[in-house]
């Protein structure tokens, strides 16, 4: 795949992206950020490769050498990605953890990755010492941000007085780049092992979908999306939020940065962007410079994509399908699901993803919670069938960061070719689209039948007050479903909630298998996934309602 770009980025480091646009558009700005009285402050692409060049001298010189893991606890600031880009440039490798995945979570992957290097803000250094068993592997703290009563960072102020000359390391194509950790919303987060070469190819395959080129300006709802997008040469707009928690971001000030900056491509999770999209209709606004809305981390409602839509006189809602461990697979408009697929996600059909990307394969396999560590073993199924999805593609990676048994699990081999399984179930129709169905742990298997999340769910989201429902097993043998409404309202007389299940099954109607549906329970809010704030904790709702 991209075959014409191989020959030239094989024996390349991620950070020559930097490098190449500091030299074909020195003065275009590169990062801009916002701060909470709304005023900016950027570098341009030549500022940006210089301050790369002196931060990465000043970790050499403050111990960090090539090859070493280095955790980031550093918040998004017009400084993260220079920081990032510097220990590319060295070889050393980021790691790179949700704190919203939770204090257990972060803790247990902080001691199975076991990092060389600690670079982080003054507070996180302090925690250290309380769990000193959890960072006995980490030899040097690096405090990056200001510590109070001290004017300026140490580490910055040492980097203004280092050299601006820097030669980036030498990097092959299968060296380790970077550990991302999963977000955690089926199991334990994991820690992705990301290539040079797989870094690479994201930038690459992006850039295609999406046209994008250094005259874009970008708004990264999830920060690390302006890696890729720097690499490209676009200007990226960090806005002012708390990534842990987008679903309260402030959209004033998100929709003020887009207009000041002139953002004509945005991305993150659709929590942020269902918050945008009521202020914006609420207020009578477009977004008229922006062209690619980009939503991904969950399933986009119908509604949302029509929402966002009306918003965008002069663009449109995309929704990649991926994962940490291997993205982008298929992206499709917004505009193309409303016109082709609208009827078939309201009736149970599933959400359709679009159709794999050029390079990128995707077979449907029967469902199993076993081992299948040879392609031998697996059966494929025909189109329209739903079954297991799994993947080939130049993006997916090859393991987890010391989780040999969770790797094996993952992954498919056939030859010298890869297949990872994407935890998730679907089908392919006629067309070749690829349609989503849920999670695979998220499947309710009956005597004589199995329910799948996504299309059952879509039934009931249908009622006017409802936000969102959650399929779930209940007592051992049967399902149910958990519902949120708008108005949150949990508690009913015997008649009312007689009532409103009543309503429930007449919305559902169409729902074949509704008489499967043994008991209707009601939350006041759904436990969701620290990274994107959308994806429910079905696990945890079953085991509060499901005995």
């Not at 769990?131 to 030899?139: D, G, R, T, W």
């Amino acid at each position: 795949m991209f075959t014409s770009h191989q020959s030239i980025l094989k024996k390349m480091n991620i950070a020559d992206f930097i490098d190449k646009n500091a030299i074909e558009i020195p003065e275009r700005k590169s990062i801009i950020c916002s701060d909470s009285s709304g005023e900016y402050t950027t570098y341009t692409f030549k500022e940006f490769h210089l301050r790369c060049n002196q931060f990465a001298n000043t970790l050499i010189d403050r111990g960090v050498q090539k090859s070493d893991k280095v955790l980031l606890f550093v918040k998004p600031s017009l400084d993260f990605s220079v920081l990032v880009f510097a220990l590319f440039k060295i070889g050393a490798i980021p790691i790179f953890m949700d704190p919203g995945m939770g204090r257990k979570n972060l803790l247990h992957s902080i001691k199975q990755c076991r990092p060389d290097i600690m670079i982080s803000e003054w507070q996180v250094s302090v925690i250290k010492f309380f769990y000193l068993n959890i960072f006995q592997s980490i030899k040097k703290t690096i405090i990056f941000g200001k510590v109070p009563f001290f004017k300026e960072s140490s580490f910055k102020k040492q980097s203004k007085e280092s050299s601006a000359l820097f030669t980036n390391a030498h990097m092959d194509e299968k060296e380790m780049g970077a550990i991302l950790f999963t977000s955690g919303g089926t199991g334990i987060p994991k820690g992705v092992v990301y290539t040079q070469e797989i870094f690479k190819q994201q930038t690459l395959m992006l850039k295609e979908m999406y046209y994008l080129t250094p005259q874009e300006v970008d708004l990264p709802g999830f920060p690390l999306f302006s890696l890729f997008t720097l690499a490209i040469g676009m200007s990226s707009c960090i806005p002012e939020m708390n990534p842990a928690k987008p679903a309260q971001v402030d959209p004033q000030k998100v929709v003020k940065n887009i207009i000041d900056n002139n953002v004509t491509f945005a991305a993150g999770s659709p929590a942020i962007w269902d918050v945008v999209a009521k202020y914006c209709i609420d207020k009578n606004m477009t977004l008229s410079k922006v062209k690619y809305l980009v939503m991904f981390g969950a399933p986009v409602s119908i509604e949302l994509h029509e929402k966002l839509i009306k918003i965008l006189p002069h663009g449109n809602t995309y929704t990649p399908y991926g994962a940490t461990e291997c993205l982008p697979i298929t992206h499709i408009s917004g505009r193309e699901v409303l016109e082709k697929y609208k009827e078939g996600f309201l009736n149970g059909a599933g959400v359709c993803v679009g159709i794999p990307l050029k390079g990128v394969e995707v077979k449907i396999i029967k469902i199993s919670d076993e081992f299948l560590t040879s392609f031998d073993k697996v059966e494929e199924l025909e189109q329209d069938c739903i079954g297991e999805i799994i993947v080939s593609s130049p993006t997916a990676t090859s393991g987890y960061y010391m989780m040999d048994e969770q790797t094996q699990k993952a992954k498919i081999y056939q030859g010298h070719k890869l297949w990872h399984r994407m935890g998730d179930v679907g089908y392919l129709d006629k067309e070749g689209s690829l349609w989503f169905c849920g999670r695979k742990a998220h499947r309710v298997e009956l005597e004589n039948k199995t329910l799948y999340s996504v299309p059952t769910e879509s039934y009931f989201n249908q009622h006017s007050d409802v936000k969102r429902s959650a399929l779930i097993r209940y007592k051992e043998k049967s399902a149910a479903i958990v519902i949120e409404r708008h108005d949150k309202k949990t508690h009913f007389t015997s008649l009312e909630k007689e009532q409103f299940i009543l309503e429930l099954k007449k919305v559902a109607y169409h729902f074949s298998e509704l008489d499967e549906i043994k008991e209707f329970f009601f939350s006041a809010g759904f436990p969701v996934d620290g990274r994107h704030n959308i994806k429910i904790n079905r696990e945890q709702l079953a085991n509060e309602y499901g005995k």
